[in-house]
């Protein structure tokens, strides 16, 4: 349900939606496992389930990636207190949840990312990768990825200020206020070995990687994200 202006709230409009059709049709009266790593979905059908469906057969699992992962925060909280199950993404994530949060350890299962191997089974050399993207005969530095705080983007940028122009930093991905001042950045400090193709299709990250000489995983200390992330681009 997508409602103009309120932006985010259309998610949270949306899962309560479905919990509402699922109840009033009868499905929720089967065991249902409701896996979302959407604080507002997750907490739409917890409520429900505490509610005018406690007696229905509901199991809540929350994914978490991190002990700052969504607003509400008090819907969040009140997730990984109570989910029937938490999966997170790296064992130093499980014990952050268990030590600050108060989460229950029996309740949290830990599976790393993963990505599948067909995925980037690529017969794309260097060079014909070159010629499909349209990029040049030189050294190239690949960072593939979101410019959020403790990404390290900017490390990435300023970075390539050390080298000179036979070698090119390729930023593939970013949107939104992210990528304006990333761009922003980047002109004012005349950074003119820096290409920033904006977000891509996923499909076509294997074929970048292919194309580069070097990929980068910069992510910085200064984000509680950097405690927990997983390196799957790298």
């Known amino acids: 349900i997508h409602v103009p202006v309120i932006g985010g709230l259309s998610v949270l409009f949306s899962g309560w939606a479905l919990a509402l059709k699922m109840w009033l049709s009868?499905?929720?009266n089967q065991p249902t496992i409701i896996y979302s790593r959407s604080v507002n979905i997750a907490f739409a059908f917890y409520a429900l389930k505490k509610s005018v469906a406690r007696n229905k057969p509901i199991t809540i699992v929350f994914?978490?990636?991190s002990l700052d992962q969504q607003t509400p925060k008090k819907y969040f909280h009140t997730l990984l207190r109570n989910a029937d199950?938490?999966?997170c993404i790296s064992h130093a994530l499980k014990t952050a949840l268990i030590e600050k949060m108060?989460?229950?350890p029996e309740k949290i299962c830990v599976a790393p990312?993963?990505?599948k191997k067909s995925f980037l089974a690529t017969e794309n050399n260097k060079q014909n990768a070159r010629e499909t993207l349209g990029l040049p005969d030189k050294r190239i530095v690949l960072y593939t990825g979101?410019?959020?705080?403790g990404k390290g983007a900017h490390v990435f940028v300023d970075a390539a200020q050390h080298f000179g122009d036979d070698v090119m930093f390729l930023l593939v991905g970013g949107h939104g206020d992210y990528l304006r001042r990333m761009q922003t950045h980047i002109n004012e400090n005349n950074i003119l070995n820096v290409t920033v193709t904006g977000f891509v299709s996923p499909a076509l990250i294997p074929l970048y990687q292919a194309a580069a000489d070097v990929l980068v995983l910069p992510a910085t200390a200064d984000h509680d994200i950097s405690a927990y992330t997983s390196p799957l681009k790298l």
């Open 146 to 149: 979101q410019l959020l705080p």
């Open 102 to 104: 108060g989460s229950p």
């Open 63 to 65: 994914e978490v990636h």
């Open 26 to 28: 009868g499905a929720l």
């Open 85 to 87: 199950a938490l999966v």
């Open 113 to 115: 990312d993963g990505v």
